[in-house]
T-cell receptor, first 114, second 114 residues
Framework: GENVEQHPSTLSVQEGDSAVIKCTYS??????FPWYKQELGKRPQLIID?????GEKKDQRIAVTLNKTAKHFSLHITETQPEDSAVYFC?????????????FGSGTQLTVLP | GAVVSQHPSRVICKSGTSVKIECRSL??????MFWYRQFPKQSLMLMAT?????????EQGVEKDKFLINHASLTLSTLTVTSAHPEDSSFYIC??????????FGPGTRLTVL
């Protein structure tokens, strides 16, 4: 099955700086890669996703890049703000006609220091 | 976006008792729902896939007799933790898949077994 590795496990940045979180996946058939933000005790919230036919996607301060050959994808947050502090999870799956079963990375605790 | 609810949000029970957690898709029908468990500072681990009208599919290492799943309708799946023990204490999160194969998470249920 799919295996997703995520680094770093913790990341502290100064407000206004950029943050980068990286993930690798094992199954070359995976074609959908979402990123979730989870605040303590709350549900994961989808913040951005990318499909395997695209190399990069951007939404305001958040961007995701995908390298299919190397089987890794990254989350980039620019101009970080204290409210960006949370745990971020990457995930990978094969999106086909059947329901999408996600495999999650281990998570990154991002702390944005004011 | 689609809304998924869970009930209860928190439950405290004595060791040996059973606890039922409900997951509902409020504004869409979900033929498939997923149940996850999340221990403190860890990632979401898929426990089982719940399919309406059929038996759930459990991940390796998850005891199906201990974690009973019933997906009786297109909007409701239930997870019953039978004979709960302190090591079952965790954050249980469900998710539901809509017709566009998008996954929406419930708010989670914090189970504490004394």
């Amino acid at each position: 099955g799919e295996n997703v590795e995520q680094h770093p496990s913790t990341l502290s940045v100064q407000e206004g700086d950029s943050a980068v979180i990286k993930c690798t996946y094992s199954d070359s058939a995976s074609n959908y890669f979402p990123w979730y933000k989870q605040e303590l005790g709350k549900r994961p919230q989808l913040i951005i996703d990318i499909r395997s036919n695209v190399g990069e996607k951007k939404d305001q301060r958040i961007a995701v890049t995908l390298n299919k050959t190397a089987k890794h994808f990254s989350l980039h947050i620019t101009e970080t703000q204290p409210e960006d502090s949370a745990v971020y999870f990457c995930a990978a799956t094969l999106s086909s006609g059947s329901a999408r079963q996600l495999t999650f990375g281990s998570g990154t605790q991002l702390t944005v220091l004011p | 976006g689609a809304v998924v609810s869970q009930h209860p949000s928190r439950v405290i029970c004595k060791s040996g008792t059973s606890v039922k957690i409900e997951c509902r898709s409020l504004d869409f029908q979900a033929t498939t729902m997923f149940w996850y468990r999340q221990f403190p500072k860890q990632s979401l681990m898929l426990m089982a896939t719940s399919n309406e009208g059929s038996k759930a599919t459990y991940e390796q290492g998850v005891e199906k007799d201990k974690f009973l799943i019933n997906h009786a309708s297109l909007t409701l799946s239930t997870l019953t933790v039978t004979s709960a023990h302190p090591e079952d204490s965790s954050f249980y999160i469900c998710s539901a898949i809509d017709t566009y194969n998008e996954q929406f998470f419930g708010p989670g249920t914090r189970l504490t077994v004394l």
